[in-house]
């Protein structure tokens, strides 16, 4: 090939993909919710493909010529679920498709997500089609550390075109939900709370000797590599929060303790009685990702849970989220809007509830930068509607991700 | 002695529900399942039945009636939910795949808090039912969520005081392990064939004794609760979710004329017009996404659009606590959202469960001289933002939101999870708890 031919077959390339990513879309909604304001009332959106170039009202933003536009009564930008296990934990719920929780270990945080997402399965299509464009996605709630969470779009035929954070958090568990059941469970730790809480400790104390070894200054004297530590010093160092989910006022009181005593960053997550521990949340600035509105009470340690508790916290200035959670059986995963949907009838003015699963989920998830709200710059997602999104009756008519429609069938 | 007492309870039973005087809400939208919805109309209830439902102008209410403004309310009949597990109930347990001598009534909690959860959900009628572990689960209980503290109480009978119930069968996954329950699905065919055959013996030595006690067979409970089925007297709840379970179901229905009701059917919409010409009906659910188990992954929003357009009879179940029945108004609502027409979707709420139960003659649609089961509601039943204010059975409240004991239950709370005792005798704050 000459050097010519070379600069050719480049160019070509480069105009190519260029021209791919520059597909640009404009959506104009009746009310377009942007997350940033008030609502806009007969707005536009326009894309460049991959990013939101301009947003106002109809009056203000000029569709070039030839652009592809879609329209619909209600715009949202694409929904956030906060916390899901939707591509580790498959819909057919069988062994082969269960990837979120390993029970060999009551304390795996070297367990990476990415390792176990299935970008093919079809519970992403199926929440996507509901307008859910990102999802925090990871190992399961039911061991001590069960291992790291990630966020992904909810497009892409692989683990890394959907990725947008391969380590978000690490997910831990206290109460029952962490305790081991069984005949065995005699042997095995932990086996009441007390011993759970003393081993998450004792980890965690671990990691900081580690810690303090590998900055020895004579490299020789270094531990060897251990991912499990490494793991755990980035929780120390604050590069990662812990997602702790405790369902019960005793448990969520010892994940407050926890984080005080290494000063480290944790997310609540479930939070059934979290609305009795309203002030000490609130002094402790910890965010909850609360259970899904929808989550069954008990009997168990969810007995408690109340439908207004994201208006509870929310009411307090504690910041929400909600989240479709973790399903054993049937349905395998519920749906975030229709979480939001049940917290806006039950207490949450409608710009609360679309928020829990917009940018406040953005904000707890730290990709505010990207998603959550419909301003210059951020990425191209959106969810289209045909009226309240909340309604269940109202369809969602088109899903928009990084500036690409991924959906435009009524569901 | 226990015929006197029986008939104590009666009137202490009647006494309980009985109105001073007729009770009127009046100027509400009314939507009566059977005949129009009617924007400004009346319902007038007294001693527990309905005595007369329609537009305000044209109804006589009764000078003594006490009236109760319902403007701007939406008042529908209580709701019917056809496959319930509500009250912890287990009924079959693991010696056999098939136990028709077992009654679900014996192990149902009746102050488990699920119950006043249903009533806060707007459900007046249940069919509790047990597991579907097994091939035959047991009979299952028709309740009516009365204010009682026990399954006797809540239990609904029949003219002569027999409780009613159906039987729970189940077929595909659910039913199949290790011997003695069945390890394939022919297998799971052949035990219920065989069981079946046994029962119709059984009938035909009765006959045969033409009523000469020395030559009836001894008596057999698990035959019993067959021959029910066999006569008709009791409806069977099938548990099936593929389509090729689904049609064995409607085989052996055939085969032995029993009648039945196929529950969950997952796959109903891949056979809809076989289902159709068969004439079963259809009790299904709609859960958030497919999947969580084999038999449910293609599992449809539009299930009830498709049987609706084949014309199956439809209702919808809760299968409490796979869903939460204060909730259950989801399900109309979504598979409206899939292309069932509103009608369709709230009479599968209402008369298509009361049909499946045998109980439409008393329930399921407000029409004079039905049990005054009704429902009021903040507005459209199928919007998310509608709550369900009071919940009335047989003319007595059983649920009323704005009290702060009944509003705990309906959107949970500390303390939602406790069992419940109902107040059945004394005056409205009087209980001693």
């Given at each position: 090939?000459?050097?010519?031919q070379?600069?050719?077959?480049?160019?070509v390339?480069?105009?190519?993909?260029?021209s791919?990513?520059?597909?640009?879309?404009?959506?104009?909604?009746?009310?377009?919710?942007?997350?940033?304001?008030p609502?806009?009332?007969?707005?536009?959106?326009?894309?460049?493909?991959?990013?939101?170039?301009?947003?106002?009202?109809?009056a203000?933003?000029?569709?070039?010529?030839?652009v592809?536009?879609?329209?619909a009564?209600?715009?949202?930008?694409?929904?956030?679920?906060?916390?899901?296990?939707?591509?580790?934990?498959g819909?057919?719920?069988?062994?082969?498709?269960?990837?979120?929780?390993?029970?060999?270990d009551?304390?795996q945080?070297?367990?990476?997500?990415?390792?176990?997402?299935?970008?093919q399965?079809?519970?992403?299509?199926?929440?996507?089609?509901?307008?859910?464009?990102?999802?925090?996605?990871?190992?399961?709630?039911?061991a001590?550390?069960?291992g790291?969470t990630?966020?992904?779009k909810?497009?892409?035929?692989?683990?890394?075109?959907a990725?947008?954070?391969?380590?978000?958090?690490?997910?831990?568990?206290?109460?029952?939900?962490?305790?081991?059941?069984?005949?065995?469970?005699?042997?095995?730790?932990?086996?009441?709370?007390?011993?759970?809480?003393?081993?998450?400790?004792?980890?965690?104390?671990?990691?900081q000797?580690?810690?303090?070894?590998?900055?020895?200054?004579?490299?020789?004297?270094?531990?060897?590599?251990?991912?499990?530590?490494?793991?755990?010093v980035?929780?120390?160092?604050?590069?990662?929060?812990?997602?702790?989910?405790?369902?019960?006022?005793?448990?969520?009181m010892?994940?407050l303790?926890?984080?005080?005593?290494?000063?480290?960053?944790i997310?609540l997550?479930?939070?059934?009685?979290?609305?009795?521990?309203?002030?000490?949340?609130k002094?402790?600035?910890?965010p909850?990702?609360?259970?899904p509105?929808?989550?069954r009470?008990g009997p168990?340690?969810t007995?408690?849970?109340?439908?207004?508790?994201?208006a509870t916290?929310?009411k307090a200035g504690?910041?929400?989220?909600l989240?479709?959670g973790?399903?054993?059986?049937?349905?395998?995963?519920?749906?975030?809007?229709?979480e939001?949907?049940?917290?806006?009838?039950?207490?949450?003015?409608?710009?609360?509830?679309?928020?829990?699963?917009?940018?406040?989920a953005?904000?707890?998830?730290?990709?505010?930068?990207?998603v959550?709200?419909?301003?210059?710059?951020?990425?191209?997602?959106?969810?289209?509607?045909?009226?309240?999104?909340?309604e269940?009756?109202?369809?969602c008519?088109?899903?928009?991700?990084?500036?690409?429609?991924?959906?435009?069938?009524?569901h | 002695?226990?015929?006197?007492?029986?008939?104590?309870?009666?009137?202490?039973?009647?006494?309980?529900?009985?109105?001073?005087?007729?009770?009127?809400?009046?100027?509400?939208?009314i939507?009566?399942?059977?005949?129009?919805?009617?924007?400004?109309?009346?319902?007038?209830?007294?001693?527990g039945?309905?005595?007369?439902?329609g537009?305000?102008?044209?109804?006589?209410?009764?000078a003594?009636?006490?009236?109760?403004?319902?403007?701007?309310?939406?008042?529908?009949?209580g709701?019917?939910?056809?496959?319930?597990?509500?009250?912890?109930?287990?009924g079959?347990?693991g010696?056999s795949?098939?136990?028709?001598?077992?009654?679900?009534?014996d192990?149902?909690?009746?102050r488990?808090?699920?119950?006043?959860?249903?009533?806060?959900?707007?459900?007046?009628?249940?069919?509790?039912?047990?597991?579907?572990?097994?091939?035959l689960?047991?009979q299952t209980?028709?309740?009516?969520?009365r204010?009682?503290n026990?399954?006797?109480?809540?239990a609904?009978?029949?003219?002569?005081?027999?409780?009613?119930?159906?039987?729970?069968?189940a077929?595909?996954?659910?039913?199949?392990?290790?011997?003695p329950?069945?390890?394939?699905?022919?297998?799971?065919?052949?035990?219920?064939?065989e069981?079946?055959?046994?029962?119709?013996?059984?009938r035909r030595?009765?006959?045969?004794?033409?009523?000469?006690?020395?030559?009836?067979?001894?008596r057999?409970?698990?035959?019993?609760?067959?021959?029910?089925?066999?006569?008709?007297?009791r409806?069977?709840?099938?548990?099936?979710?593929?389509?090729?379970?689904?049609?064995?179901?409607?085989?052996?229905?055939?085969?032995?004329h029993?009648?039945?009701v196929?529950?969950?059917?997952?796959?109903?919409?891949?056979i809809?017009?076989?289902?159709?010409?068969?004439?079963?009906?259809?009790?299904?659910?709609?859960?958030?996404?497919?999947g969580?188990?084999?038999?449910?992954?293609?599992?449809l929003m539009?299930?009830?659009a498709?049987?609706?357009?084949?014309g199956?009879?439809?209702?919808?179940?809760?299968?409490?606590?796979?869903t939460d029945?204060r909730?259950?108004?989801?399900?109309?609502?979504?598979?409206?959202?899939a292309?069932?027409?509103?009608e369709k979707?709230?009479?599968?709420?209402?008369m298509?469960?009361a049909?499946?139960?045998d109980?439409?003659?008393r329930i399921?649609s407000?029409?004079?001289?039905k049990?005054?089961?009704?429902?009021v509601?903040?507005g459209?039943p199928?919007?998310?933002?509608?709550?369900?204010?009071?919940?009335w059975?047989?003319?007595?409240?059983?649920?009323?939101?704005?009290?702060?004991?009944?509003?705990?239950?309906?959107?949970?709370?500390?303390g939602?999870?406790?069992?419940?005792?109902?107040?059945?005798?004394?005056?409205?704050?009087a209980?001693?708890?």
């Amino acid at each position: 090939m000459t050097s010519l031919q070379r600069i050719l077959l480049t160019t070509v390339a480069l105009f190519a993909a260029a021209s791919a990513a520059n597909a640009q879309l404009a959506i104009k909604g009746e009310t377009i919710c942007t997350m940033a304001g008030p609502p806009i009332k007969d707005g536009v959106i326009l894309t460049d493909g991959a990013k939101i170039t301009q947003v106002g009202p109809a009056a203000s933003v000029a569709i070039p010529a030839g652009v592809k536009t879609l329209s619909a009564k209600v715009v949202t930008p694409g929904l956030i679920d906060a916390h899901s296990v939707v591509g580790l934990s498959g819909y057919l719920n069988q062994d082969q498709d269960q990837d979120q929780l390993d029970k060999s270990d009551p304390m795996q945080p070297e367990l990476r997500a990415i390792d176990s997402y299935n970008a093919q399965e079809r519970l992403i299509e199926w929440v996507r089609d509901f307008g859910i464009t990102t999802l925090h996605t990871g190992h399961a709630p039911g061991a001590l550390i069960s291992g790291q969470t990630m966020i992904v779009k909810t497009t892409g035929n692989t683990i890394d075109d959907a990725v947008i954070k391969p380590v978000a958090m690490v997910a831990a568990t206290l109460g029952e939900g962490a305790e081991v059941h069984g005949k065995d469970a005699e042997k095995k730790s932990p086996g009441t709370r007390s011993k759970a809480v003393a081993m998450l400790r004792a980890q965690l104390i671990k990691a900081q000797e580690y810690q303090r070894k590998q900055s020895v200054a004579d490299e020789s004297k270094r531990p060897d590599r251990d991912l499990r530590q490494e793991t755990m010093v980035r929780i120390l160092k604050g590069e990662l929060p812990l997602l702790i989910t405790a369902q019960r006022a005793i448990d969520i009181m010892s994940a407050l303790r926890l984080a005080k005593e290494f000063d480290i960053k944790i997310v609540l997550d479930g939070g059934a009685e979290s609305y009795l521990l309203i002030d000490q949340i609130k002094a402790a600035k910890i965010p909850v990702i609360i259970h899904p509105t929808m989550t069954r009470s008990g009997p168990g340690e969810t007995e408690n849970l109340s439908m207004e508790t994201a208006a509870t916290l929310v009411k307090a200035g504690i910041p929400v989220a909600l989240q479709s959670g973790f399903e054993s059986y049937v349905p395998k995963t519920r749906v975030a809007l229709f979480e939001a949907a049940v917290a806006a009838s039950n207490g949450l003015t409608f710009d609360q509830a679309l928020a829990t699963i917009t940018i406040d989920a953005a904000k707890i998830l730290g990709i505010a930068d990207r998603v959550g709200s419909l301003e210059v710059g951020k990425d191209a997602d959106l969810a289209l509607f045909d009226g309240d999104p909340f309604e269940y009756t109202t369809h969602c008519t088109g899903v928009i991700i990084n500036g690409k429609i991924v959906s435009e069938k009524p569901h | 002695m226990r015929k006197l007492f029986l008939a104590l309870s009666l009137v202490i039973a009647t006494a309980a529900n009985a109105q001073e005087s007729p009770l009127a809400f009046v100027g509400a939208k009314i939507i009566p399942i059977v005949g129009d919805p009617i924007d400004n109309g009346a319902i007038v209830v007294q001693n527990g039945k309905i005595l007369a439902v329609g537009p305000v102008d044209s109804t006589t209410i009764p000078a003594d009636a006490k009236r109760v403004d319902a403007k701007d309310k939406v008042i529908m009949p209580g709701i019917v939910d056809t496959h319930s597990h509500i009250g912890g109930g287990w009924g079959a347990d693991g010696s056999s795949p098939i136990q028709p001598d077992v009654r679900v009534m014996d192990s149902i909690n009746a102050r488990d808090p699920g119950f006043t959860r249903a009533r806060a959900g707007g459900l007046t009628t249940l069919n509790v039912m047990p597991g579907s572990g097994h091939l035959l689960g047991g009979q299952t209980i028709y309740l009516k969520l009365r204010n009682g503290n026990t399954i006797d109480d809540i239990a609904i009978r029949d003219d002569q005081g027999n409780i009613l119930g159906g039987m729970k069968m189940a077929n595909g996954t659910n039913s199949q392990r290790d011997p003695p329950f069945p390890g394939t699905r022919s297998k799971s065919a052949a035990l219920i064939r065989e069981k079946f055959v046994k029962a119709q013996e059984y009938r035909r030595k009765i006959e045969q004794a033409k009523g000469d006690a020395t030559k009836l067979p001894d008596r057999d409970l698990e035959l019993e609760g067959i021959l029910e089925v066999l006569d008709g007297k009791r409806i069977v709840h099938h548990h099936t979710h593929r389509a090729d379970d689904i049609l064995t179901v409607i085989r052996l229905s055939k085969e032995f004329h029993f009648r039945v009701v196929l529950h969950h059917a997952s796959e109903a919409w891949k056979i809809a017009d076989e289902i159709a010409k068969s004439g079963v009906p259809c009790s299904i659910i709609l859960v958030d996404s497919p999947g969580g188990k084999l038999e449910a992954k293609d599992l449809l929003m539009q299930t009830g659009a498709v049987l609706e357009k084949a014309g199956v009879l439809t209702a919808f179940h809760t299968d409490d606590w796979i869903t939460d029945s204060r909730l259950f108004l989801r399900s109309p609502a979504l598979a409206v959202r899939a292309g069932m027409s509103r009608e369709k979707a709230l009479y599968a709420m209402t008369m298509a469960g009361a049909k499946m139960i045998d109980l439409d003659k008393r329930i399921g649609s407000l029409e004079p001289g039905k049990d005054a089961d009704f429902i009021v509601l903040s507005g459209d039943p199928l919007s998310v933002y509608t709550k369900v204010l009071e919940t009335w059975v047989e003319g007595a409240k059983v649920f009323d939101r704005s009290d702060p004991k009944d509003h705990l239950y309906a959107v949970g709370g500390y303390g939602a999870g406790k069992d419940q005792v109902m107040h059945l005798c004394c005056e409205e704050g009087a209980e001693g708890r």
